[in-house]
């Protein structure tokens, strides 16, 4: 791969600008394990090695189990995930594939049956999040160290 633009030394106002929402997204009532899953199924979707890669190992820190990282990609398939979780994935899943459906009132009312509305808004904004830096690191091609 031909190396690409460093966009972190180029503009670094906008990398501020995303690690400025990251920053926001540990300040909200979604748990670091519920942001890994979202990031990593995100990811996953997007085909992004480096934010896989990255997610994955930070979850791992946290806690999270190498089983449910392995069976994320079929979440909806497993009893590992609980039905909050479950709802999460499937709204990161809608969001992520914006391109079909979008965000569906069937899933937005499951997530409103769960979640109040701050709690959604959160967690749009974090796969907002998520699918931008998959895009940066798609773009300028990333490469797992």
Known sequence: MQTRVNIQATEPAAFKAMFGLEGYLHTTKLSAIQLHLIKIRASQINGCAYCIDMHTKEALKDGETQQRIFLLNAWNETTLFTHEEKVLLAVTE????????????????????????????????????INGWNRIAKSTQLQVQ
Request: glycine share 2%; no cysteine.
């Open 94 to 129: 809608e969001i992520t594939l914006i391109h079909k459906d979008g965000l569906t009132d069937a899933t937005y009312a499951e997530a409103k049956a769960l979640f109040d509305e701050n709690f959604i808004a959160q967690l749009i904004m974090a796969i907002v999040a």
